[in-house]
């Protein structure tokens, strides 16, 4: 399996499915008659990131990937101050995703990829390595935690929302029941 497969591809499929889930949640706290800023500003616990961070951490995470795997330098990402800007920073990561070099991507398996933390912690990886170990682990954490945020505050969503991808796999005869 292609290093662009499981990266770019899988990402852009599931900032589709947080588009969906952000749009349900925006509609259901409109419904009840509140702002969705407050969907915006909910975590899961005190010590935790809000929503809007999350977003911004999904999407920073897969651009990272593609920046981090094509040897470009890394960008910062400010998060979303009100749902149109969640819904713009995701829609602005499809299209940069929309536009990496799947060659470029695929050749970077043994590239030299270091992740540099605060209090002087670095990881030396390969680009496999990363794209394995870090960029994907990371981007689903966030993911799910923006899922599970909107979850916590009553917003209906179920599996089907989070991989709502799966359904083009649907035999005809279950399509259509």
């Not at 499915?17 to 509140?34: D, I, N, S, V, W």
């Not at 909910?42 to 651009?63: E, G, H, K, N």
């Not at 060659?103 to 933390?117: C, F, N, P």
């Not at 390969?126 to 981007?139: K, M, S």
């Amino acid at each position: 399996m292609s290093i662009h497969a499981v990266t770019v591809t899988c990402f852009a499929q599931m900032l589709r499915a947080l588009q969906t889930l952000l749009t349900k949640g925006e509609e259901y706290a409109q419904a009840r008659g509140h702002d969705p800023q407050n969907l915006l500003d909910a975590r899961l616990a005190p010590d935790m990131y809000d929503l809007a961070a999350q977003v911004r951490f999904t999407c920073t995470q897969a651009r990272e990937a593609v920046e981090r795997l094509s040897g470009q330098p890394v960008t910062t990402l400010p998060a979303p101050a009100s749902m149109a800007e969640a819904q713009a920073l995701i829609h602005q990561t499809l299209a940069f995703l929309a536009g990496a070099d799947r060659q470029l991507i695929d050749d970077s398996g043994q590239r030299a990829v270091a992740i540099e933390l605060p209090n002087a912690i670095t990881f030396d990886m390969t680009g496999e390595e990363y794209a394995r170990n870090w960029a994907t682990p990371q981007f689903y954490f966030h993911l799910v935690t923006a899922y599970n945020i909107l979850r916590h505050n009553g917003v209906p969503l179920g599996k089907a929302d989070y991989a709502q991808h799966m359904f083009a796999y649907l035999r005809p005869s279950q399509a259509a029941g």
